[in-house]
């Protein structure tokens, strides 16, 4: 597995917890995992489906090779994955039981057409069960960086993804509803995101962000020294024990077809 894969799954291994217990995946379900990224979602619903089957779905093709490796490796057999996206991929109609998504559905270009298409995939009172970011002020990590990158004065373009889209609760159930959904509900979750055992480790994957490069591209070259001696104090502040931990927060939205 990439040390990408490896340092994403770890950082928010606690959210993993959080959704498994919430998708509640039942022996006979056929799961749909959307932006499943090396697929540890989608394997996991596969173990707990085990007489029903999932599939993942991500936009990545190296990400897609390597879900598919690991499965292999793993001997799940009851596990398919396809580069895809969610939002137009011509998934078999009222199909699953259930669709997932850990961070997976807030870079839809079109939420709406996306959320119908998925709808349509789902079985008459079939399941969305999905993990979002709630808004950018409420995570830490995020308030963090931006304040040391210097980023709130600097103008970085609109057209980056946007982490936070599916923050604002009542904009997500209007959402929802018009794609076909019922009983939109909203539970929040309060845990830390795991950046690695270490302030090095930490940086680099900090630095590997979309965010962060392009703001470092938008600094000359002494400003970009500063801003990331500056990152490197916070998550040195961050440092524990057991590594560097930032508060977040997110939302657990769960909705049904009609």
């Known amino acids: 597995m990439s040390v990408d894969s490896l340092i994403y799954d770890a950082e928010v291994w606690r959210h993993n917890e959080v959704l498994r217990r919430a998708c509640a995946v039942q022996p006979h379900d056929h799961v749909l995992d959307i932006g499943c990224g090396t697929g540890l979602t989608t394997r996991e619903a596969a173990r707990a489906a085990g007489a029903g089957s999932a599939l993942g779905v991500d936009v990545s093709a190296a990400a897609i090779d390597r879900a598919r490796e690991l499965a292999r490796v793993e001997g799940i ?31 839809f270009d079109d939420p709406a057409a996306a959320f119908a298409n998925i709808c349509r995939g789902l079985r008459p009172a079939g399941r969305l069960v999905m993990m979002v970011w709630q808004s950018h002020g409420r995570n830490e990590w995020a308030v963090v960086i931006e304040q040391s990158l210097g980023a709130a004065s600097l103008a970085v373009p609109s057209g ?35 950046y690695g055992p270490d302030v090095d480790v930490a940086m680099d994957w900090v630095r590997g962000f979309t965010y962060t490069r392009e703001v470092l591209k938008r600094l000359d070259p002494a400003g970009a020294t500063q801003a990331l001696a500056r990152l490197r104090d916070a998550l040195t502040a961050h440092l524990g024990d057991d590594g560097v931990w930032f508060g977040s927060r997110a939302w657990i939205v769960t909705a049904h077809s009609q």
């Open 77 to 107: 057999g009851n596990v398919t994955f396809e580069c895809a996206d969610a939002q137009v991929h011509r998934f078999p109609r009222e199909h699953f039981d259930v669709a997932i998504s850990r961070f997976g559905t807030m870079f």
């Open 160 to 194: 980056l993804p946007d982490a936070f889209s599916l923050a604002d609760p009542p904009t997500v159930t209007g959402i929802l509803e018009t794609a076909g959904f019922a009983e939109v509900t909203f539970t929040d979750v309060n845990e830390p995101v795991y």
